[in-house]
């Protein structure tokens, strides 16, 4: 727990960004939280040390990582990616004083060598590196990145201090009496129509499935040689995919369980199949891909 002053200035902190929001946002910044550069999109309130570490925590953050900080106020989120986590990055300040004390104080935890910081607009900012993209923005500022964000490269993970991206529901979220971090994994893209063959008994029948996808939740319906069958328990995280197939094929009843991870226009991985009812179980490398668009 944060001490008791802390804990007072914290709160007075959030009264004023809840302030802020209330007035709309950027429009309604209040002269403080105006940069010498330009117009902030967002004021400064630092996350508390205890909320950096689950935030870095929820997200699994390792030394493979590289952690970029949107709007990074003194550095604080990159500097203990880098010092506890042994992650890599960079933060982006448009304030010029919070952008020099970030490079005094990673100078200062010697760990300027992995914890960069520029002084940059983070709507112009390159996010290709992220493996872990940290935000404590506004509502407005998250969805208006939303789309960049979600053409990231499957699997980066995302963590936002307090603030959602609407109906892009969070994989995990951790609430503390005062605070809230949601986490996301960006989602692959599979939406449309994949096409493989399966052994089924004696033959090798062709599998079509047309997958519908909502952020990462996906749904869908499969036809094994045009016949429908179920499609259950799908399910997407980052490029992995997994789901089952159930039905009646020829006469035997199959359960086809299918994970594999998504690259571009193709899933590999591995199916358990159940061919007829007291059939044992056998698992088989599997490959799908996807059915291009007719024009
Ligand atoms: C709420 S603070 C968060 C600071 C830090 N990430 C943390 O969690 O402790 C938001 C920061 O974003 C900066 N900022 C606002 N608009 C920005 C923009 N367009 N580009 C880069 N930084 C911006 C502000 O100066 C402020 O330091």
Redesign the pocket.
Known sequence: MPAAADHDRFFARRRWMRTVLAGGGTLALPALAQ?MDRP????????SDET?DRMLRMAGVGPKDYVI??????G??VITAAKQFGATGF?????TE?WKLSLRNAEKEGVSDRATFYQ????ETDLSKATVL?M??LPAVNLKLRPRILALRPGTRVVS?DFDMAEWMPDARADRSWTRVYLWIVPARVEGEWSWKQAVGRGAPEFTMELRQQFQVISGSVRIDNEPYWLTDARLRGDEISFTVIGDAGGVRIRHEYSGRVAGDAIKGTVRMVNGDNAAPQSAPWTVVRVPKKP
């Open positions: 940069s902030l999109d967002v004021p400064f309130v630092p996350t950096v900080d949107l709007g990074s106020g003194d604080r989120i933060g982006v300040e448009l304030n919070r940059r607009d983070l709507f940290t404590y923005l201090h």
